[in-house]
Nanobody, 119 residues
Framework: QVQLVESGGGLVQPGGSLRLSCAAS??????????MTWYRQAPGKQREVVAS???????NYTDSVKGRFTISRDNAKNTVYLQMNSLKPEDTAVYYC???????????WGQGTQVTVSS
């Protein structure tokens, strides 16, 4: 069974920073072959892609976080990170980690971590 466990969320003031982590585990889980994506879902809104990193390290960001957020991965630690700087109240959401091996049946979600940006 594959597990994705997010951590690092919390309450931060506008302009502050947080670093989210998503640790993957599983008896047959080969982290390096998975494309990893951070999603977020704010109350009353649809879940949206925030940032992604492919197995080869190529990154992509939604326009609203470009220049503020950085996604990275450490294959040796089976972990993907999301460094979030210059946080805004509109970044408030539950942030989810997603793993996709691009084959059927090899997609997994984490349980989410709450990020609240408020003064």
């Amino acid at each position: 069974q594959v597990q994705l466990v997010e951590s690092g969320g919390g309450l931060v003031q506008p302009g502050g920073s947080l670093r989210l982590s998503c640790a993957a585990s599983g008896s047959i889980f080969i982290f390096s072959i998975y494309d990893m994506t951070w999603y977020r879902q704010a109350p009353g809104k649809q879940r949206e892609v925030v940032a992604s990193i492919t197995r080869s390290g190529r990154t992509n960001y939604t326009d609203s976080v470009k220049g503020r957020f950085t996604i990275s991965r450490d294959n040796a630690k089976n972990t993907v990170y999301l460094q979030m700087n210059s946080l805004k109240p509109e970044d408030t959401a539950v942030y989810y980690c997603h793993a996709d091996a691009l084959v059927p049946g090899r997609r997994y979600w984490g349980q989410g971590t709450q990020v609240t940006v408020s003064s």
